[in-house]
């Protein structure tokens, strides 16, 4: 296993969670290394993504000023003022990402891990 997240769980509206990810193995050569997240029914949408060994962060419009991507021992997201429409399967994710994060989106990310589920009430 080479994606394993933790830290999902509920939270209250307004409410904060940080989620965190081992990235080992093969995924831990990759370029990039991001949080995605899916609704039931919906197609995995990124969150935010950032180049390992730190640098250019990206973040969707939905969570800029509220989400914090980081990336040390483990990839953590630090979620903020957490919302309902927060409330989604989260997973960590590496691969690569192109210049300024550009066309991001699943289809360049071939490591998974299996998801924590968000729950904002």
């Known amino acids: 296993v080479q994606l394993v997240e933790s830290g999902g769980g509920s939270v209250q509206a307004g409410g904060s969670l940080t989620l965190s990810c081992v990235v080992s193995?093969?995924?831990?050569?990759?370029?990039?290394v991001a949080w995605f997240r899916q609704y039931p029914a919906k197609e995995r949408e990124g969150v935010a993504a950032?180049?390992?060994?730190?640098g250019s962060r990206y973040y969707s419009d939905s969570v800029k000023g509220r989400f914090a991507i980081s990336q040390g021992t483990t990839l953590d997201l630090q979620m903020n003022s957490l919302q309902p429409d927060d409330t989604a399967v989260y997973y960590c994710?590496?691969?690569?990402?192109?210049?300024?994060?550009?066309?991001?989106?699943?289809?360049?990310?071939?490591?998974w891990g299996r998801g924590t589920q968000v729950t904002v009430s």
């Open positions: 950032i180049y390992m060994g730190g």
């Open positions: 994710a590496a691969g690569m990402c192109y210049g300024d994060f550009d066309g991001f989106g699943p289809n360049d990310f071939n490591y």
């Open positions: 193995g093969d995924a831990a050569i990759s370029s990039c």
